[in-house]
């Protein structure tokens, strides 16, 4: 009998977070679980750190599967391996370098089953050196709007990690993320779900802590494999519209987070270079929708525009040092 939910973890250098995240899996007061880790040939001592956890966890031991990779293959790749290893009825993404509350698996499936729901929302904990922040979902009240509102990625979030989904839809070939798309991975996945799923409902509380401290994460540092993941998103999305004939539909719905990628993303760089690579991006889009940005968001991308480049840079270096400013503050 396949178990209730699988969760899968793919694992690469994660060192001083993995024990933490290993623990809050295995104390869950759900039961009926099955644990799949992929270890992404992590080049430190993560798989002896969780190996030394499971050890602590005997009761586990047949529920809880390692899956080694002779070489790195990126987190899509890991992720997609984790899937296909699974059983359960229902699945949950977890990081390696977050953790969870006791209860979040418990409460997650049981509005699964009470209201019969492809996908499960919960809030997100957004956790800092110093203090943490909630970060609220609104899930639409209609079917027909959860496509559009993940597109938007505005109050309904393209996040995995918050989220139990239903494996058969999670298993739909449209559903699974293309080998190489490390960054914007959440949101291709989230896109296609919505697209799918017949019903998504949401538990009011928060249960998922999202470590922003891990210097390593793929997040923290945007070069120009960032840049190139947000185009082959966004493509691939056009795409996916194109041969359901709704791009016209949704067309003018793109235009506004198309834009917002591009400018966080040039918030983000420290690299001239890439700004002005990357200065036409959405060149369309940009000159429909850049009146609905804020105040900052409009000055990088004129910057950029009128290839003020070292303006851009000192502008990017203000930014960087006002949100260390405003942290500290917190």
Excluded at 40 to 55: F, G, H, N, R
Excluded at 123 to 142: L, S
Excluded at 247 to 271: A, C, G, R, W
């Amino acid at each position: 009998m396949n178990p209730k939910v699988s969760i899968l973890v793919p694992i690469y250098s994660v060192s001083q977070y993995i024990e933490k995240c290993a623990i809050s899996l295995f104390e869950q007061t759900f039961h009926d679980i099955e644990f799949i880790f992929v270890n992404d040939a992590t080049p430190d001592d993560s798989m002896e750190k969780l190996q030394k956890v499971i050890e602590n966890f005997p009761d586990l031991r047949n529920q809880i599967r390692i899956i080694h990779q002779k070489i790195n293959k990126g987190l899509a790749a890991t992720r997609n391996i984790a899937l296909d290893a699974s059983q359960g009825d229902y699945i949950a993404v977890i990081d390696s370098d977050d953790y969870i509350d006791r209860d979040m698996i418990e409460i997650l499936y049981a509005k699964a089953i009470e209201s019969n729901s492809d996908i499960v929302v919960s809030d997100i904990i957004f956790e800092y050196n110093d203090h943490e922040t909630v970060i609220h979902e609104k899930v639409p009240e209609y079917q027909k709007d959860y496509f559009s509102d993940m597109i938007l990625n505005d109050h309904f979030h393209g996040f995995l990690c918050n989220k139990l989904i239903r494996r058969n839809l999670y298993i739909l070939p449209e559903c699974r993320v293309p080998e190489g798309l490390n960054y914007f991975e959440d949101r291709y996945v989230m896109t296609r779900l919505c697209y799918f799923a017949e019903k998504i409902s949401k538990v009011d509380k928060a249960f998922y802590h999202y470590v922003q401290y891990n210097s390593n994460a793929i997040t923290k540092t945007k070069n120009r494999m960032h840049f190139e993941n947000v185009i082959r998103f966004w493509n691939d999305l056009d795409n996916f519209l194109k041969v359901r004939d709704e791009f016209i539909k949704y067309k003018s719905v793109m235009e506004l987070p198309k834009v917002q990628s591009k400018i966080n993303l040039f918030i983000d760089t420290h690299s001239s270079q890439l700004r002005k690579d990357y200065r036409d991006l959405f060149f369309e889009e940009e000159t429909n929708c850049i009146q609905y940005f804020k105040r900052g968001e409009k000055l990088m991308l004129l910057l950029v525009r009128y290839r003020m480049f070292a303006i851009a840079q000192l502008f990017h270096i203000y930014l960087i040092f006002r949100h260390k400013k405003l942290l500290n503050k917190q």
